[in-house]
């Protein structure tokens, strides 16, 4: 009996502890602030390289996107690789690599993938979806969304015409209900092949809480207190 009631007050010792650290889902903020939990995303600040996802584009690390569109590269310095793009440094460290994309041409409607993963996921969680883009030309600037499984969710980043180096945030959070691996993409709703030209670097997908229903505190309050005191009889 002893042990029972030393197991009841354990059991809601983990409770009131698993309430403190709750991520309560009202409270989730929509504006950036970066998750401290573990980046899901292979190779997101693209350190390894060309390597690690795939792209309705072609690679093409050759240093030459121009003048051909629908064409990216992994490297230091878009100048490098496109004579007429811009010259400045990745985001990560501003001396590592990030993707250089000529965007390109597709059919209407299609949507080319500009990056894709997959990415294994817990039921019933909540992850922060992030990614920056910085314009390397200023015409006809990229559009860019997130998609699951090829549904487009969270909102269109319509990059900046500053080619300066000017890294800007899409971010949106998204509950993965009862999924358990999903693609992961950045899509690109700007059809033009002339400029639409542009940088991606630290994509990340990270766990920002669980979305199962917590016992309400005053049930664990109530539960506690019951423990506590057969405990304080017996003891
Ligand atoms: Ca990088
Ligand atoms: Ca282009």
Redesign the pocket.
Request: proline share 0%; hydrophobic share 25%.
């Given at each position: 009996m002893k042990k029972a009631l030393s197991s009841i007050f354990a059991f809601a010792t983990i409770l009131l502890g698993a309430r403190a650290n709750a991520v309560p889902i009202t409270m989730l903020d929509l504006s950036y602030s970066e998750s401290t939990s573990k980046n899901l995303v292979f190779n997101g600040?693209?350190?390894a390289g060309d390597t690690g996802f795939s792209s309705d584009y072609s690679s093409d690390n050759s240093h030459n996107l121009y003048p051909v569109p629908a064409r990216y590269a992994v490297g230091q310095d878009p100048s490098e690789h496109h004579s007429l793009f811009s010259s400045f440094g990745?985001?990560?460290?501003g001396d590592?690599?990030?993707m250089i994309v000529n965007g390109g041409s597709f059919p209407e409607g299609a949507g080319p993938v500009v990056w894709s993963q997959t990415i294994d996921v817990v039921p019933d969680t909540n992850y922060q979806l992030s990614a920056w883009i910085a314009s390397t030309i200023p015409t006809e600037v990229a559009r860019l969304q997130f998609a699951i499984n090829s549904e487009v969710t969270g909102p269109i980043l319509t990059a900046s015409t500053d080619t300066s180096g000017f890294w800007e945030n899409l971010s949106t959070t998204w509950y993965s209900d009862s999924n358990t691996s999903v693609e992961f993409s950045l899509m690109n709703h700007n059809p033009a092949w002339l400029g639409n030209d542009f940088a991606v670097?630290?994509i990340s997908f990270r766990e920002v809480g669980t979305q199962t229903s917590v016992p309400e505190p005053s049930i664990l309050i109530g539960l506690g207190a019951i423990a506590f005191m057969l405990r304080r009889k017996l003891s």
């Open positions: 600040d693209f350190s990745d985001r990560t460290t590592g690599l990030m670097d630290d």
